[in-house]
Structures are given as structure tokens and as C-alpha cells.
């Protein structure tokens, strides 16, 4: 019986979340990507809550139309870089969330590393 992508995510996500644990000193860097946005959350595993997160949503990334979701993605990744830096922030455990890295799950990963995060 063949899997769905979805699923076929969800098994991914689910063998990375077994290694990946996000602690307060270095939390964990968890991507989601929908079809029209991303989104970017430093979670703290141990308290489980969200220590700070950044998105396509936020006013100065959604007011720019006529940019790509490469861009957009590359955009969201130094605001959430900039955002863990002024919470002291400064070294994350990445979670791809399951998504291939690449396209824009790199770009924005490579935008984050180039503002200062290190993972």
C-alpha cells in the first residue's frame, strides 16, 4: 500500500524528533513550511513552551508582494536569527520538521547562519 506525502512526512518528522531535543540554553529551531507561508519557532523542550518564533506573517515580510517563497523564506530566516539574538539565543538545534532541506527550508536556514545563529 503506498504512503501519502504527508505521511510519508510525518515518519520522517517523527524519526528526526527521536535525536532532536531543545533545551533552554540551546533550543530546538523548528521550520514549518504550508504552501503559501513558513514559519520558524525556538522551542525549549524541557519547559514546552515557545521561546520566541518569526513567520512569513509578520508585517514587514507580508507587506512585500513581489518577492518569491525562496526570498520570503530567506527573509523570515534573518528576522528569526535577529529575534533569537535579542532574546540570547545563540545556538539552536535545527529541526527540518520532516521537509527535504533544501529550496526553502535551506534558504532560510542558510539566512539564519549568515545573521549569527549557530547549529
Not at 529551531?29 to 525549549?44: A, E, G, L, P, W
Not at 514587514?60 to 518569491?68: F, G, M, P, S, V
Not at 527540518?96 to 533544501?102: C, F, I, Q, V
Amino acid at each position: 500500500m503506498a504512503i501519502t506525502k504527508i505521511e510519508r512526512r510525518l515518519r520522517i518528522k517523527r524519526r528526526i524528533r527521536k535525536k532532536i531535543f531543545g533545551t533552554p540554553e540551546k533550543p530546538r529551531m523548528c521550520v514549518f513550511r504550508s504552501n503559501k507561508h513558513i514559519y520558524v519557532q525556538f522551542v525549549d523542550d524541557i519547559a514546552g513552551r515557545t521561546l520566541t518564533s518569526a513567520s512569513s506573517l509578520f508585517k514587514e515580510i507580508y507587506e512585500k508582494k513581489d518577492i518569491t517563497k525562496t526570498e520570503q523564506a530567506r527573509l523570515v530566516g534573518q528576522l528569526a536569527a535577529k529575534k533569537a539574538l535579542e532574546a540570547g539565543i545563540t545556538k539552536v538545534v535545527f529541526d527540518r520538521n520532516g521537509y527535504l532541506y533544501h529550496g526553502r527550508v535551506k534558504a532560510l536556514a542558510e539566512a539564519a547562519r549568515e545573521s549569527g545563529l549557530k547549529f
